[in-house]
């Protein structure tokens, strides 16, 4: 793929993505947008204690507190012409400031086009350290032209297929 073609993909994701925490931000009382300008490693902080719910499941916590980093990972639930499922991309660095400051992060399943909301769950950073030591192949290199590591895992690695299936997304 050209450069060209490569940053108009990379376009094309940042927007959805801008889209989708928009959503979340709507869906999720008690969290605050914070720009890039005074964060680069998280989308949202709580602004007072948010425990779980039907709509808002969480994994290895009871609560998010006041002051909580909030990183908000998006996919599609499916994309591509062979329908597969969306995959989250952590990048390393943005991870790594999430762990020293207790951060968490939102992962949300969303329609291929119109970024509605399927599912949502929060996951403290310290439980996908878990994940990409067992599940992937570890943090990859973006490239010559980008220098950040990532990790990428389908969200069938966060969320039963069966409930997203259920929720009006995709077939698992």
Do not use: N
């Amino acid at each position: 793929m050209s450069r060209a073609g490569q940053q108009s993909r990379l376009a094309a994701s940042r927007q959805a993505g801008d889209r989708s925490e928009t959503v979340v931000l709507e869906h999720v009382d008690d969290l605050r947008y914070v720009p890039d300008s005074e964060s680069q490693y998280y989308d949202a902080i709580c602004e007072s204690v948010i425990g779980p719910s039907e709509r808002l499941p969480f994994v290895g916590i009871v609560v998010l507190e006041s002051g909580t980093p909030v990183e908000i990972k998006s996919v599609s639930v499916v994309y591509g012409k062979g329908q597969r499922r969306g995959r989250f991309q952590p990048r390393r660095g943005q991870h790594e400031k999430l762990l020293e400051s207790g951060g968490v992060y939102l992962f949300a399943v969303c329609a291929p086009h119109d970024r509605e909301l399927i599912a949502m769950k929060v996951v403290p950073a310290t439980q996908i350290d878990h994940l990409i030591d067992v599940v992937t192949d570890g943090w990859r290199s973006a490239g010559t032209d980008r220098s950040e590591e990532y990790v990428q895992f389908s969200w069938s690695r966060i969320f039963d297929p069966d409930s997203v299936q259920r929720k009006g997304g995709a077939p698992a």
